[in-house]
C-alpha cells in the first residue's frame, strides 16, 4: 500500500486504483491507470514512473493494483 497524496487525505479520498504499465528492454513505454478518483490516478501514474524502474531484459506488460486507505 502506498501512503494517499496529501489532497486527497484533506478530501478524505480513498479507493482502488489499477495501474497498467508496459516495458519494452526495460524502458516504461506506457503508464495508464484507472480508478473512480483522478486524483489518486494522477498520483499513482506519477509514483509509479518516479519509482519503479525494470531491467534492461525485461518487456511486456504488467499490472499493480494500488490501495489508498484513509487511516484514523
Do not use: C, H
Request: glycine letters at 4%; charged letters at 20%; zero cysteines.
Amino acid at each position: 500500500m502506498v501512503a494517499e497524496p496529501q489532497d486527497a487525505r484533506l478530501l478524505r479520498i480513498q479507493g482502488d486504483v489499477r495501474i497498467r504499465i508496459k516495458v519494452d528492454n526495460g524502458k516504461m513505454v506506457k503508464v495508464t491507470a484507472e480508478s473512480s478518483s483522478p486524483l489518486l490516478v494522477a498520483y499513482a501514474s506519477s509514483w509509479v514512473r518516479s519509482n519503479w524502474q525494470f531491467r534492461p531484459s525485461v518487456s511486456g506488460v504488467y499490472f499493480l493494483p494500488i490501495a489508498y486507505k484513509l487511516t484514523a
